[in-house]
DNA sequence: GTGAAAGCGCTAACAT
DNA sequence: ATGTTAGCGCTTTCAC
């Protein structure tokens, strides 16, 4: 019987020798159609195809990869701060929209979990040892050690949200994917204006993050005058959204709007209102930002929010990184910054 | 200025060669010492070392997998249905603990992310082509067609959770690994029998998924002549775990004692109980499954639940996976499945 | 348009 | 213990 015995070695595969030889033509010709096989007359190529399909050849990609200097696999790299990455919904799409885009560019996707301060060595040597042709990070914190890392390695990479380093120590732009921050937060905060609201407090993310900071910037640049009170600092999360709440409520019991930097900080928000007997939106209008799968629509009242594409952005990243590739292989300028719009979506908070 | 200006070609990157001539050695000298130096003379080897250092000299992974025949990576695969694992605590602990014990082997993880139906083929042709030594799956469906893909390839793999097909179609068992979880379901019974429980309910999961009906095997193994009223079925889900507790109610008024087959229905049954007046636990005792982790904590009263060590399986998968690759390259056996055992962790709701 | 031939950088026999 | 040598399977000039 032909078929494989428990205890026998695995077929060796065949290479295109063995096609050529099958096609009666060269190893060269076979090369060129199975890369696209510009240049082939049809014939040929046709006969090629069969002895490919006959075979079942499939191009060796370590032999492919030592001439043409690609691997075909790009590293994404998940720093140990957002180790939570999996269980945030935000990263979640991010991840799939650039398994899309790089599926569609028939490249790998190599995860990178750094998983300790100890890590980043490993990762850092991994990155030099040209495993692979370009790297994808998530910038969350202006302190992260990975942007060193990969310019080290002098490793082409996009980062997703603006890093807090605008420019490298070269001067060099440094190509990031990112959402209009400022302008989603400005567009909220002119809506709350527009319902002829007065007293509109802000409740915003880690000083550390530049989403934060931009949401902040877009708030500011509608409300030159706010007085600081009405400003509160959160995490980006449901609890700290709460305690921010209580505090605004505490310092300024008249306020009648609440523009929180994200959508969890605004649900927590939200309970505090509710508990503290104010009504939303009557009383209070509240306005998020991200617009989260299932938190946004399903609070009560569903929220107001300004939504961002965030598979979009994920899918921006691996495309800019893609398209660097070729161009810095040839000595061109890294990618410019992309920046994607946001809107406004209403609901029922605000 | 040796800095590279921006329009400059990255610089060539030191080869095997390279090192040896600086060492003054052959590129068989060099080789044996980067791979771990077996057989080579102390002082030679320091040279060596030193050579490598200076030139910051790293092994080009093609060319080593060229002749090596490895490609020092292993495929993880996510099927569809899953596509909200990184959503899901579960998945997320299980991937961490692949790469942790990946990283640990110097193996790289390739994401493979299956999008949709179209996707298995792309994803066949992949683990066909060579790119990885190995695979991991989870097998949440019996009807799952990643098991055949992996069978063609011909690649070995190990599955997270029991598959529905025991052992493959030449009759080989298939590798996995799993929590005990019919022996935790049965601990989960019997200490509610021990409670003093006469009339204890199970809401299960989906039949088709090995975790459900096993952990109903383990209920029926201690409550044999229990009535099929007492059994409900639901989806893993919170939601559908209230449904089912809505039905049981209605069916078995007298129940004192539920054991769900998982904590998201467990929580969700909680709410029915408690909105219909049923104490928990004096007037019904409550178990679930998984420990899951903000879950079984933060509800009121914190589950009763049967842990499984998600990460360690995980990191089991890929060491078992790791293991049968040197194995199955000799044409030996392909590993045994591994249970991994539960402990029940006693709180308040039962 | 097609083929011949020269490597890509490395490991593993085989010599020494 | 170290060096020599022959490829691994592919792409890519360069002739024809």
Same mark, same amino acid.
């Given at each position: 019987m032909p078929e494989p015995s428990p205890g026998s070695r695995p077929a060796p595969r065949p290479t295109l020798e063995a096609v050529a030889e099958r096609a009666g033509v060269s190893r060269a010709t076979v090369s060129r159609v199975v890369n696209g096989g510009a240049g082939v007359r049809r014939p040929l190529a046709e006969r090629v195809r069969r002895a490919v399909e006959d075979l079942g050849y499939v191009p060796n990609h370590a032999a492919r990869s030592l001439v043409t200097r690609r691997t075909g696999a790009v590293g994404v790299i998940i720093a140990e701060p957002e180790v939570r990455i999996f269980s945030d919904p935000f990263f979640s799409q991010q991840i799939r929209g650039i398994s899309r885009e790089l599926t569609a560019q028939d490249t790998q996707l190599v995860l990178l979990l750094v998983? /300790?301060? /100890?890590d980043y060595d490993r990762i850092g040597r991994y990155l030099a040892g040209g495993h692979v042709d370009g790297a994808l990070a998530f910038s969350l914190h202006t302190d992260d050690p990975i942007p060193a890392l990969v310019r080290r390695a002098a490793l082409p990479t996009v980062f997703g949200g603006r890093p807090g380093w605008t420019a490298g120590a070269d001067g060099q732009a440094v190509p990031y994917v990112d959402a209009d921050n400022r302008g989603g937060a400005r567009a909220a905060v002119r809506y709350l204006c527009g319902l002829g609201r007065r007293r509109i407090a802000h409740i915003g993310g880690p000083p550390d993050q530049t989403s934060a900071t931009d949401r902040l910037d877009g708030y500011r640049d509608v409300l030159p005058d706010a007085e600081p009170e009405l400003v509160a600092e959160g995490a980006f999360t449901e609890e700290s959204g709460a305690r921010a709440m209580e505090r605004l409520l505490l310092r300024c019991p008249d306020l009648d709007a609440v523009f929180a930097a994200n959508d969890l900080m605004a649900s927590g928000a939200l309970g505090v209102l509710k508990a503290r007997g104010r009504s939303v939106p009557d009383d209070v209008a509240l306005v998020g930002f991200d617009d989260i799968d299932p938190v946004a629509r399903t609070t009560d009242p569903p929220l107001t929010t300004v939504r961002q594409d965030v598979e979009g952005q994920g899918r921006l990243m691996a495309r800019l990184l893609l398209r660097g590739l070729d161009r810095q292989r040839e000595g061109g300028p890294a990618p410019e910054p992309v920046i994607t719009p946001t809107t406004l979506v209403r609901r029922a908070s605000a």
């Open positions: 998983d /300790g301060p /100890g």
